[in-house]
């Protein structure tokens, strides 16, 4: 036969062609050198306490990529010994675990090793790994007989109540179900690109555990009160309901209270600044007073009704009128010598004396005014006491005359030096603490047309006071009054 030339052009091509080819497939795809020679390979034995369907050829992976294949599967005498052929060219740590799983549910066993620690030697040709460091799947059959029995000890009608109620439950949600799984797997992957912080978030919770363990007496203490106000909350529910239904009608009853007293009560609130400064500074005291009043009523109220629904009505109250005049003697140390003191015949009523006028015997004499000016409490400073309120605020320290009843010394002077009576040294300090607002002054107006007079004597006029005044706003009250 004769072939031209052209032929045995194309003969000599699909000749290079499919040695070309069967190279590639015996050497990249099917591996011959390495199945029979075993070049560039290296054998691992894996003991393992059960085949689970593990097969030769199967595959073997090491952090989810295929690094060899499985050669052979043995029976020994404590259980099955597995041969594997990895790759010379990947590197795995000895210190490793091999686990045998399913790729699918009908099968394909693989081998997976998963290493404990990424710094430890390389496996090598002949190393074993021992049964302790492996671990296969529960038997699938066993799996299926447990679930097939679960299901026949369940009652036929239950089994099928519980289909109908799934069926019911999520029939019709594929739409919702897929969102709730996408939305999962977006999570799934932002939490792996945040991996960091989530470990760290992991590592640092245990400060914040310790003081919820710490404090477990207050939270139970805490849900136990809440459960008591919920439990009141639900016996007194029409209470409640009565509240919400009438709440904003009252607080609309209130607006239209505060409406109408809105010429007045700004003013009142205003003046009301220097009361609560005092009443603030006198908490105490003022605690004090509430707290006596009702024993002194109570006492009060034993002397006025002690006869009552008795034969002796007529006799009064219990009270005894003893006087007890000059028992003990009156303190005159600190006032007026006797020379400059005014005989009580006279009804005329002069100015008072300058400075401060007090009994000044020492604070703890038992002598006399034992309750005088000098044993008044310092509110702004507890636990000191003084006569005066520039002392307690000064810090300055009382000191007595002396120590007797009477005056001593010269009728003009006192045996310190100083003049009777007491008066200031210095100018006293300058408050301590934010400035105090400034007073806002009052004046009476005339409910009919809206006219007053200021503090600088001058005649005004604000119509927005007068009874058929229009209704005001916040605007409007920020406007100055209009003279008149």
């Known amino acids: ?27 990249a795809y099917m591996r011959l050198p390495a199945t029979w020679l075993g070049i560039g390979r290296y054998t691992v034995t894996i003991e393992l306490p059960e085949a689970a369907g593990l097969y030769a050829t199967g595959n073997v992976t090491y952090r989810g990529v ?22 010379s060219d990947v590197p795995i740590p000895s ?3 091999a686990e045998v799983h399913s790729q699918s549910a009908v099968g394909e066993q693989y081998v997976a090793l998963l290493p404990r620690n990424g710094s430890g030697p390389p496996l090598k040709d002949g190393d074993v790994i021992p049964l302790s460091r492996t671990k296969v799947p529960p038997d699938i059959n066993s799996l299926l007989d447990a679930t097939n029995r679960g299901l026949e000890a369940i009652p036929r009608d239950n089994l099928k109540t519980l289909v109908d109620e799934s069926y019911t439950a999520v029939g019709g949600l594929g739409p919702e179900i897929a969102r709730i799984v ?3 797997t977006a999570l799934a992957i932002d939490a792996r690109k945040n991996l960091e912080p989530l470990t760290a978030l992991i590592d640092r919770s245990q400060p914040v555990l310790d003081s919820q363990a710490e404090s477990a007496d207050a939270i139970r203490s805490w849900a136990a009160n809440l459960a008591v106000v919920t439990d009141q909350m639900r016996s007194h529910d029409s209470q409640v309901a009565g509240l919400l239904e009438n709440g904003p009608a009252a607080a609309a009853q209130a607006r239209q209270l505060v409406d109408r007293l809105a010429p007045t009560l700004p003013v009142l609130l205003a003046n009301l600044v220097a009361v609560n400064e005092v009443a603030i500074t006198y908490q105490p005291a003022l605690e004090q007073l509430l707290v006596l009043v009702p024993a002194g009523t109570a006492n009060m109220q034993a002397i006025a009704l002690a006869n009552r629904d008795t034969r002796q009505d007529y006799k009064g109250i219990y009270l005894d009128f003893n006087l007890n005049l000059n028992l003990p003697q009156p303190c005159t140390t600190g006032f007026l010598p006797a020379q400059q ?27 006399t005014a034992v309750r005088g000016a000098r044993n008044y409490p310092c509110l702004i400073r507890p636990g000191t006491r003084a006569p005066t309120v520039r002392m307690c605020e000064s810090g300055e320290q009382y000191v007595p005359l002396n120590d007797g009843n009477n005056w001593k010394g010269d009728p003009n002077a006192t045996l310190s030096g100083q003049d009777v009576p007491q008066l200031p040294e210095t100018p006293p300090p300058p408050p301590s603490g934010p400035p105090r607002p400034t007073p806002v002054a009052a004046a009476e107006y005339d409910p009919t047309t809206g006219v007053y007079i200021g503090p600088d004597g001058q005649t005004y006029k604000q119509a927005n006071l007068t009874q058929n005044a229009k209704e005001q706003t916040w605007q409007s009250m920020l406007m100055p009054p209009a003279s008149g």
């Open 1 to 27: 036969m004769h072939l031209t030339t052209r032929i045995k052009m194309q003969l000599a091509i699909f000749t290079a062609i499919a040695v070309v080819a069967g190279a590639l497939m015996m050497f």
């Open 66 to 87: 295929e690094v060899g294949r499985v050669q052979s599967v043995q029976l020994t005498d404590t259980g099955v010994r597995a041969v594997v052929s990895l790759r």
């Open 95 to 97: 210190d490793l675990d």
């Open 341 to 367: 003191q005014r005989p009580p015949t006279f009804e005329d009523a002069p100015d008072r004396p300058a400075g401060d006028v007090y009994c000044r015997i020492p604070q703890d004499s038992p002598i």
């Open 182 to 184: 996408r939305g999962s």
